[in-house]
């Protein structure tokens, strides 16, 4: 079933590009120069903008009404900020204007494919965007859980990566996740795409001194296992009760040697055949799910 974007037949009333229609349920933005758009596409590329204005974008479909879903309906996890979507993505969505109707119109805009096309990295964009309020919180031992489980994060570099352990840790029920160092931003568009809706069900904190990190947990009680290709004990046998947090390093690197004698333990994924070591999303899954059982 199509749902179609009512219209009339009047012109946009604004030199500018952007009009309410009579009987509209958005405001239509057809010029590229509209500040919304500007700002749109500054929060889409730039990491230090994102920052300064505490929101990122997300692209898609799906995303975009989990974010709106999120927000009106499952208390707030995601505050959504403002949506953008083309006339086609309206029309060919089951279900979508009821998830629109949630926002006030006046954080509703249509825009050409031509607008969605200048945003959009992807080369085959869906035609929707939301632009949300940052999720991340300062890590101390008060917002850690007693008993929780964690992922740590020292230097990942790697956006897919990264989505895809959010949305793991989402799948296992970790209580949180933790960027420390240099790790890539949070909210790039390729990380957003691959954390599919998981950002908002999981507690992530961002802190770049690594040994405050460890500090931290270890005054909450939380043992910090390095994750190392070898010398570690055997993720299968490892003991994972109680408070615990894995931490995954670099894709290239690993840990550095300093870091791993910060941490209270190691673990290692014993590897048969010639394989001497696993993509970082990969290891960081198979830890997380033995971690996961641990207290079950």
């Given amino acids: 079933m199509k749902y179609l974007l009512r219209q009339d037949n009047q012109k946009l009333l604004s030199s500018e590009g952007a ?13 590229k120069d509209n500040p919304k758009i500007k700002q749109l596409c500054k929060l889409y590329s730039s990491r230090k903008y ?8 997300i692209e898609g479909v799906r995303g975009c009404a989990d974010a709106v879903l999120d927000d009106v309906e499952h208390g707030g996890l995601i505050k959504v900020e403002e949506i953008f979507y083309t006339e086609q993505a309206f029309e060919d969505l089951d279900g979508f204007p009821a998830v629109l109707s949630r926002l006030p119109e006046s ?3 249509v825009i050409t494919p031509e607008i969605a096309t200048k945003v959009s ?11 949300a309020k940052v999720l991340d919180e300062p890590l101390s031992a008060r917002a850690l859980k007693a008993g929780g489980k964690y992922l740590i994060l020292d230097g990942l570099q790697d956006p897919g990566n990264l989505g895809t352990m959010i949305r793991t840790a989402d799948a296992v029920g970790l209580s949180g996740v933790v960027l420390a160092g240099d790790c890539v931003d949070l909210y790039n568009p390729k990380t957003v795409r691959s954390a599919v809706g998981s950002m908002p069900r999981v507690d992530i904190f961002i802190e770049r001194d ?5 500090e931290l947990f270890a005054e909450k009680g939380i043992r910090t296992a390095a994750a190392v290709v070898s010398g570690g004990t055997d993720v299968r046998s490892f003991d994972f009760s109680g408070g615990c947090a894995v931490v995954i390093g670099n894709e290239g690197r690993g840990l550095a040697h300093d870091h791993v004698a910060l941490c209270s333990d190691s673990v290692t994924i014993k590897m048969n055949g010639h394989i001497d070591s696993l993509n970082a999303a990969t290891a960081a899954a198979i830890i997380m799910w033995e971690m996961s059982g641990a207290d079950s």
Avoid: C
């Fill in 19 to 31: 009009a309410r229609q009579k009987g509209a349920k958005a405001l239509v933005i057809t010029s």
């Fill in 50 to 57: 994102r920052r300064e204005a505490g929101l990122f974008v």
């Fill in 107 to 109: 954080r509703r805009f």
């Fill in 121 to 131: 990295d992807t080369g085959t964009s869906q035609g929707v965007f939301v632009t």
């Fill in 210 to 214: 690594f040994r405050r990190v460890t």
